[in-house]
T-cell receptor
């Protein structure tokens, strides 16, 4: 089954604007994580939200989780050109085997 | 900050050849993983490894694939007879808790099978 589908697939904004990316998933989860990937590089862990949490903040990042809708959103406030990257949500299932299931990702371009 | 190190960064190999991708996980981590990302596609789980054995593997991880932790620091992925469709970016990751915390990924090995 597909898991962690994101929208939009691509987002282009001006520096200083906020960027919102959404993620949907199909099965029950232990937690949901967001990762950033700069072009051709590795994945960097940004933030983790557990299934019993609804909202979490880390610096300019705000993540929400709605387990009833099986969806999450990542908000980046006051975006910078350096935020240009692909962003992926990834879920750990409720059985917690440790496996991460990734979505297709959102490509964010922040124009200076 | 501790890093997961992967070598080589890029490997080109002929179809049918064996390749070994190497990873040095973070030293106090206990859980190790391999993922791959075919160009333009999503990151896919291959295998997880704990306590010197495979915990879980995906359908992709068939008999052509194997993993090993030959010593206290390295974690390797071997593809015995590479196919064109094995061309991808391969990422190693490690974590100190199974699924309960963030994972640290390496920068990846780009494997090109020709």
């Amino acid at each position: 089954s597909q898991q962690g589908e994101e929208d939009p697939q691509a987002l282009s904004i001006q520096e200083g604007e906020n960027a919102t990316m959404n993620c949907s998933y199909k099965t029950s989860i232990n937690n949901l994580q967001w990762y950033r990937q700069n072009s051709g590089r590795g994945l960097v862990h940004l933030i983790l939200i557990r299934s019993n949490e609804r909202e979490k903040h880390s610096g300019r990042l705000r993540v929400t989780l709605d387990t009833s809708k099986k969806s999450s959103s990542l908000l980046i406030t006051a975006s910078r050109a350096a935020d240009t990257a692909s962003y992926f949500c990834a879920t750990v299932g409720s059985s917690n085997t440790g496996k991460l299931i990734f979505g297709q990702g959102t490509t964010l371009q922040v124009k200076p | 900050e501790p890093e997961v190190t992967q070598t080589p960064s890029h490997q080109v190999t002929q179809m049918g050849q064996e390749v070994i991708l190497r990873c040095v996980p973070i030293s106090n981590h206990l859980y190790f993983y391999w993922y791959r990302q075919i160009l333009g596609q999503k990151v896919e789980f291959l295998v997880s490894f704990y306590n010197n054995e495979i915990s879980e593997k995906s359908e992709i991880f068939d008999d052509q694939f194997s993993v090993e932790r030959p010593d206290g620091s390295n974690f390797t992925l071997k593809i015995r007879s590479t196919k064109l469709e094995d061309s991808a970016m391969y990422f190693c990751a490690s974590s100190d808790e199974q699924g309960l915390g963030g994972y640290t990924f390496g920068s990846g090995t780009r494997l090109t099978v020709v």
